[in-house]
């Protein structure tokens, strides 16, 4: 699910990346709201997303990624690159895993995710 809602983002296809959020964060961040926002990829930057580990809980689940950003030719001598972990929250609802938001990253009073 992380994956087809990432690809969602980078197809532009914010509707469908919407549709990917539970039923309680669609009501919170109005579709479009969610377009308003910057989305993943950021930038033109060479970016490629490695899934790390999920974990499983009763109707919840975490997924951890690791995302790799190059820069070709930025340096002398090659390519620079860095990394950062970025952690999807979802829970499984009417059958189907929705991502919901994770206050670390999207603030206490801002339900619209920014990834």
Request: aromatic share 16%.
């Amino acid at each position: 699910m992380v994956q087809r809602y990432l690809q969602a983002l980078e197809r532009e296809d914010y509707r469908a990346a919407h549709g990917y959020l539970t039923s309680d964060l669609q009501s919170k961040c109005r579709l479009e709201d969610f377009v308003a926002r910057s989305h993943w990829p950021y930038t033109d930057e060479d970016q490629q997303i490695t899934l790390e580990k999920t974990q499983t809980f009763n109707g919840s689940a975490v997924v951890k990624t690791t995302v790799t950003v190059s820069h070709p030719d930025d340096v002398p001598f090659g390519t620079s690159e860095y990394s950062y972990d970025r952690t999807f929250d979802l829970e499984l609802e009417n059958g189907r895993w929705r991502l919901t938001a994770a206050q670390e990253y999207w603030g206490p009073y801002d339900y619209c995710p920014w990834f």
